[in-house]
């Protein structure tokens, strides 16, 4: 039942990722035409784009930490291991990474609730500053249900 949901989740990230990573293009191409062109540039575009990277990077990490070794990391002594120093060593890597996630989400959730109480603005367009703030803790909570998904199918595939 559990890969069924990540399944769907992950479908909905990779649709997410497409539009968002399309509407970046898009205004990115725009405004370096409006400053080469028409030596003007789009402010808002500067600051959608910078909202919009924050979330491409993260669902992007979240993403990858579905698969086995998307992540880039070292795996110089991991890859050497084996039986149960393998085990033990996906299982730290695994808890710890979630335990970073988490204190990750929990201080992006802190921001997005300090920002609204506050009633913070973004400078150009005006909007609402915990939106984008909340791509924070979203992400965090996808990084962290595909660090239990990839840690299951490693236990899984042990067995």
């Not at 988490?102 to 909007?127: C, D, K, N, P, Y």
């Amino acid at each position: 039942m559990f890969k069924k949901i990540m399944n769907a989740v992950a479908v909905v990230e990779k649709y997410l990722l497409a539009i968002t990573m399309s509407v970046t293009l898009a205004f990115t191409f725009a405004n370096v035409i409006g400053r080469f062109v028409f030596n003007h540039s789009l402010a808002f575009a500067d600051e959608l784009v910078i909202a919009l990277f924050v979330l491409v990077s993260l669902m992007g990490a979240a993403m990858c930490a579905r698969e086995n070794d998307g992540l880039i990391g070292l795996a110089l002594i991991s890859s050497r291991l084996t039986g149960g120093k393998k085990t033990a060593q996906k299982l730290f890597s695994s808890i710890v990474s979630i335990l970073y996630c988490a204190m990750l989400t929990w201080q992006g959730f802190i921001r997005t609730l300090s920002s609204l109480s506050q009633g913070e603005h973004t400078f150009v367009m005006h909007l609402p500053r915990w939106i984008f703030w909340s791509f924070i803790p979203v992400c965090g909570i996808c990084l962290i249900l595909h660090f239990i998904e990839n840690l299951a199918d490693f236990l899984e595939a042990r067995k």
